[in-house]
């Protein structure tokens, strides 16, 4: 299951991913292109928490927040 919330910022998103995980009783792990900026993608630390959480939770919703934000195209 995939779902894809799509919206303005302020209108619940992030609300609903966190009510949706405590509905599901999952582990709740939210990750932002700050996040990804700041841990350092390069880095992998950003790739092995996320990896890490997904083996250790049996339960894990994981939430990629502000995905209008990654560049696209060619990156260097």
Known sequence: L????VGPTGSGKSFIAREA???LDAVYKRVSYGDWVVQG???VS???TIIHEALTFPR???H???LDKLP???VE
């Not at 995939?2 to 919330?5: E, F, I, S």
């Open 46 to 48: 950003t790739c092995y």
């Open 21 to 23: 995980a405590h509905q």
């Open 72 to 74: 696209v195209g060619n």
């Open 64 to 66: 990629i927040d502000e």
């Open 60 to 62: 894990l919703l994981l």
């Open 41 to 43: 993608s390069r880095q």
């Open 2 to 5: 995939w779902p894809l919330l």
